[in-house]
């Protein structure tokens, strides 16, 4: 009967990128913006209750068309981040029962804190609307695109539609309009912020047998049990 342990300290330094000089751009998909994805669905919704095929063929093509965009999304370094930190440990049995079997359990635990986190985009984008508004004036972390001409068009449009006496009752509540451009790149930072701690059993046994002029047969079999992963 073996019994063995160990245990063992490590750290990560944060590298260039999160802690040195220029950071990571990328685009970031799937964002919605509530102001612009309201203001579009406003008119897309307004110009479908037209009585002129083309405008309602416009509010078809535009509704839901800014609930779901693409973003820049800029994540610049940080030189406060501290070094990640883990410890290991395990413990375990092996039991030799001849020469030709053995089996043993082992159970290991790991634990690592102030993990290096990329701040989602979307925490960003939440905390930067209840701080600013919906509209972002005044966001740091947050650009907004101008007002392009396909916007304009798409505002004339749905005047134009409400110019028409036969679409009175349809633009009795206001012909809607954008307010902002659409929502064009964010940046979050590098932080401290995760921990990880896992632990489990490792169980091995191992068979050995000869087959005289056969030559020999070894039979083995591994698995691990996960208990926490927090």
Request: charged residues 20%; positive net charge.
């Amino acid at each position: 009967l073996l019994v063995r342990s160990t245990y063992s300290q490590g750290f990560r330094a944060p590298n260039l990128a999160e802690s040195g000089v220029g950071g990571v751009y990328a685009q970031r998909g799937g964002m919605r913006d509530k102001v612009r994805c309201d203001e579009t669905n406003a008119i897309a919704n307004l110009l479908i209750k037209s009585v002129t095929t083309t405008d309602q063929d416009l509010g078809k093509s535009l509704l839901n068309s800014n609930c779901s965009i693409n973003i820049g999304g800029l994540t610049p370094p940080n030189p406060n981040l501290q070094p990640e930190k883990a410890k290991i440990s395990t413990l375990g049995l092996v039991y030799q029962a001849s020469k030709q079997f053995d089996v043993s359990l082992d159970y290991w635990f790991v634990y690592r804190r102030n993990e290096i986190v990329r701040q989602d985009f979307t925490e960003v984008y939440d905390q930067a609307v209840e701080k600013y508004g919906p509209a972002l004036i005044g966001a740091p972390n947050a650009v907004r695109a101008p007002i392009t001409d396909f916007d304009k068009a798409n505002m004339a449009a749905v005047a134009g539609m409400c110019a028409n006496p036969a679409n009175a009752t349809a633009c009795a509540g206001g012909v809607p309009k954008y307010s902002v451009g659409i929502l064009a790149g964010l940046t979050n930072k590098y932080m401290n912020r995760g921990r990880t701690m896992i632990d489990g059993f490792d169980i091995d046994a191992h068979a050995r047998f000869d087959l005289g002029g056969y030559g020999k047969l070894n039979l083995g079999s591994s698995a691990t049990i996960m208990n926490r992963n927090a």
